[in-house]
């Protein structure tokens, strides 16, 4: 799958090995247990198990997650390409349990 930072600007492409370092700014102020950090932290791991996702081929974040001004406030936007819209809906709920309280809007683009 392919992660973008928004869809109007590639990032590099995401690989199913490692996890790839944080694509997102910190300012030097956010300590380790900053709200700021833990909604990156929460895209991250979002991030990382929609990756098996059946189907999806591109990942697009955007919002204030994107241009690096996230706060403990932000939610996280993202756009989930797929070529079978089936099987991700099955698998999508799933998924974002596996990382926690997730709320969804699915729709078709």
């Known amino acids: 799958m392919r992660l973008f930072r928004n869809p109007l600007s590639t990032c590099p492409a995401l690989g199913r090995g490692p996890r790839p370092e944080t694509f997102w700014r910190q300012s030097k102020n956010q ?8 909604v990156q932290e929460l895209a991250e791991r979002l991030i ?4 098996s996702l059946p189907g999806a081929t591109e990942l697009h ?3 204030s997650l994107a241009a690096g001004t996230a706060d403990a406030y932000s ?12 099987a991700s809906r099955k698998a999508l709920l799933p998924v974002l349990e596996s990382v926690g309280a997730v709320r969804t809007e699915l ?3």
């Open 107 to 109: 729709g078709n683009a």
């Open 75 to 86: 939610d996280i936007d993202l756009h989930v390409l797929t070529r079978d819209l089936d």
């Open 61 to 63: 974040v955007f919002g």
């Open 31 to 38: 300590g380790a247990e900053s709200p700021e950090v833990r």
């Open 48 to 51: 990382e198990a929609l990756r």
